[in-house]
């Protein structure tokens, strides 16, 4: 994955992403304020169920991804990191709720247009996501909803769906639903990368390389390590 210059993230641009060529495409996506989500809520029973076969961390680790290429395509027109920032937290979640914070999303007011609207829908998804898997609940139409507003803003849809096909596949086989204990092992955001050879033993040293890139003081949706230590975290906050 190659860096790229993002203020107060933790997140690098990934070569998939990049090689789409989808960051230097003119923003055309008609966007309606006063309906967004008919830019997004279409039912999919077919991708819905290749999402279910996925271990709920899996889940949230692939919804994280379609998030990502919303952030990154839109990167280069807004420069507010809501959706990085919550990326980043869910990321961290996937290794322990704890981390991240109880902050709200500020006001959808404030994200308004064709290139700040889709930020705001896409953090509103997955913290939906996050509340449905605390509670044991279905979120894989929320996961698929993602799936739509980054088809929706993407301008050339193929690369995504390319890319979609290979990490649903990848986490149906590596972390498969077990009906017995559906959360699952935490899954590394690695894990999404086709040029990476992933391999589920390699998940510890990526995800503590991943929580010690992290700086709670620069994303609100982070717990510092006092909060964490409040909220009764053993071991060290942010390293595993």
Known sequence: ???????????????????????????????????????????????????????????????????????????????????FHKIEAIYAGIVDWRYMSSQALPSRRDYLGATRAPLWEAAKLIDKMVDLTKRKQFATPESVCLSFLALHVIPNPKPFKDWRRFAI????????????????PPVPRDALNPDLDYK????????????KSLDPRTNPYLRSAPEM????????????
């Not at 309906?35 to 680790?61: C, F, K, N, T, V």
């Not at 589920?200 to 929580?211: R, T, V």
């Not at 230590?229 to 595993?240: D, H, K, V």
């Open 1 to 83: 994955m190659i860096l790229l210059g993002l203020a107060a993230t933790a997140l690098s641009l990934p070569s998939y992403v990049e090689s789409s060529g989808i960051m230097n495409a003119p923003v055309e996506h008609n966007w309606d304020d006063s309906d967004p989500m008919a830019a997004y809520a279409w039912l999919d029973e077919r991708l819905q169920h290749r999402i279910g076969a996925i271990s709920h961390r899996g889940r949230l680790a692939v919804s994280a991804g379609f998030a990502e290429w919303i952030a990154f395509r839109l990167k280069p027109f807004c420069s507010d990191p809501l959706l």
């Open 169 to 184: 596949g990848r986490l149906t086989t590596l972390y498969p639903l077990d009906r017995d204990i559906p959360l699952g």
């Open 200 to 211: 589920p033993e390699m998940a510890h040293q990526l995800l503590s390389k991943f929580l």
């Open 229 to 240: 230590i409040a909220a009764r975290f053993e071991g060290t906050p942010y390293s595993l």
